[in-house]
């Protein structure tokens, strides 16, 4: 049975799981909204501020939409609207709870917002934090990967590209690994279902680049380029 729930009001538009989330306004998509109830239990920064709110006995991440770039330093959040299933917060949304349905390693959406500003909009999206996962800059910051763990790494891109899925910002912060080796793809802003054609190639040679900004930015930062990359690509030749 479809749990999702769509809310309108004059400005505000949300989309939640009412498994997940039973009730959902405007409000919670605010980080006042969770600080005021002491629900914030740490943050992330990049492209803005991610903060990580609890919610009962749920652990979920808040993460605004902003812009990169050279245009996010003229419009840092703000978008054309050209229809409800066409922003930012909905689409990765949707995407993100079909993929779950597939079976892919993806965290749960838990709701979605978007706000009205005349032809432009704002959003928000809210989804299941991942327990005990780091994305593979903080392990690598740490200690290398063997081999077999840079395979599975390969394996889990080989799954999600024969699944027809493109994965709009592949990199090494979107690959999250859990102590046990389980591993997570994060992050589906933009994201697509595709059939099979070059962006595969164009997807890995991305995330290889990744792999080697962050080693010209972080010193001791353990990837071995040459050796690293073949392991994960004998992974994503092999498959999952």
């Known amino acids: 049975m479809d749990s999702q729930h769509q809310l309108w009001s004059r400005r505000h538009f949300l989309l939640h799981d009412r ?4 009730l959902a306004g405007p409000d919670e998509f605010s980080p006042k ?3 005021d109830r002491d629900a914030v239990t740490g943050t992330s920064n990049g492209r803005g501020t991610t903060y990580f709110v609890r919610q009962d006995q749920q652990n979920w991440v808040l993460r605004h939409y902003r812009r990169g770039g050279m245009v996010g330093k003229l419009v840092k959040d703000s978008y054309l609207y050209t229809g409800i299933e066409r922003t930012r917060p909905v689409a990765e949304f949707r995407l993100l709870a079909k993929l779950h349905q597939m079976g892919l390693p993806v965290p749960k959406p838990v709701a979605a917002h978007v706000e009205r500003l005349g032809i432009r909009y704002r959003g928000d999206i809210l989804i ?3 327990p005990g996962a780091r994305d593979l800059v903080a392990w690598l910051k740490e200690k290398a990967l063997s081999a077999q763990q840079w395979q599975a790494v390969g394996a889990l891109v080989r799954r999600f590209h024969d699944a027809g899925v493109y994965h709009a910002d592949l ?5 999250l690994m859990a102590e046990d080796g389980q591993l ?3 992050d589906f802003d933009r994201g697509t279902c595709r059939a099979d054609g070059v962006w595969k190639e164009d997807n890995l040679a991305r995330l290889l680049r990744s792999f080697n900004k962050e080693q010209g930015k ?3 930062f353990h990837w071995q380029a040459q050796q690293d990359w ?3 690509m004998a992974g994503y030749e092999k498959g999952a």
């Open 184 to 186: 997570w793809l994060i």
């Open 230 to 232: 073949q392991a994960l």
């Open 33 to 35: 909204y969770w600080q």
């Open 19 to 22: 498994a997940l989330m039973p």
């Open 218 to 220: 972080l010193p001791g």
């Open 128 to 130: 299941e934090q991942i």
């Open 171 to 175: 990199n090494a912060h979107n690959i």
